[in-house]
């Protein structure tokens, strides 16, 4: 049976975009680490006490649920516990920093996909392939374009968690009331006021939705991104297994655990919130 070289063609495509990228891809690693490094230095500067104290006071500004809180701060204080404090947030900085590029990433690109069908029609199946290959794929290019490091695990990471964003973003605008759209229409709203003061604040519940999904997304792959250099716990977790370590793995992983139950948690109550703020405001 005849055999189709699609790999064959892929890697010479690669080899290809990477030998004419290689100056622009060094400019990008040099300021991805240094900004990665200065979110886990701005973390790990204070004593983990005024952290734990500073996370709570935010978490429950933020959701007002003194559990949620209680638990939160009791969960931190047990990785403290486990001396994974610093490769804990060390994983932290990579989430936020992947998740904050996918946010300014995604959400532009979905609001230019609801206002432009054609290029919808051409971009939603990217996605679709996006979302359903296997994470460890992305660390392929990740490796080529940038080797061994917290670029390589940060480019995969983004990558593998822009689809939710930009999907949500899309969803969100679409599904704006058409009688509240023909309100703006008749107020003389142009399209971008309209989509200030409009569109997006009644989206922003499936906008904060969209976020979940790409915190954990990305918290997910950082994990993996462990093989190809990333820092945090995942790399802790990497390492004990290598040497055979089981309970420091299992450590790791109840860290990992609790990292992502503190942020599905939190915003997920600020998702609900926002939801009924909008409702009693539509009401």
Not at 118 to 128: A, I, N
Not at 153 to 163: D, R
Not at 178 to 191: H, K, N, Q, Y
Not at 199 to 208: D, F, H, V
């Amino acid at each position: 049976m005849i055999r189709i070289p699609i790999g064959n063609y892929f890697e010479l495509l690669l080899n290809a975009t990477v030998e004419r990228c290689s100056g622009l891809t060094r400019t990008c690693a040099a300021g991805v680490d240094s900004s990665v490094e200065a979110v886990k230095d701005f973390l790990l500067a204070p004593p983990p006490v005024v952290t734990l104290v500073v996370f709570g006071a935010l978490i429950y500004v933020a959701t007002k649920r003194r559990t949620l809180t209680f638990g939160a701060v009791a969960g931190m204080l047990l990785i403290q516990g486990l001396n994974l404090w610093e490769p804990t947030v060390e994983t932290m900085a990579l989430v936020l920093f992947c998740t904050a590029a996918a946010v300014v990433i995604g959400v532009p690109a979905g609001i230019l996909l609801a206002f432009h069908p054609l290029m919808k029609k051409v971009t939603m199946p990217l996605l679709d392939v996006m979302q359903t290959m296997p994470a460890y794929v992305y660390l392929v290019p990740a490796i080529a374009f940038f080797s061994i490091g917290n670029t390589a695990g940060v480019f995969a990471t983004v990558i593998f968690a822009l689809p939710p964003m930009i999907r949500m973003t899309v969803f969100s605008l679409e599904n704006t009331p058409d009688e509240l759209l023909e309100c703006s229409d008749a107020f003389g709203a142009s399209s971008w006021r309209r989509l200030v003061d409009l569109q997006l604040p009644l989206a922003r519940p499936s906008l904060l939705s969209g976020l979940n999904q790409t915190v954990m997304l990305a918290l997910s792959m950082v994990v993996i991104a462990s093989l190809v250099g990333a820092k945090g716990v995942g790399c802790t977790v990497w390492e004990a297994i290598c040497n055979g370590e089981k309970g420091i793995a299992f450590e790791g992983g109840v860290a990992i655990v609790i990292l992502a139950v503190i942020l599905d948690r939190t915003l997920q109550r600020l998702g609900t919130a926002s939801a009924k703020g909008d409702g009693m405001i539509n009401n």
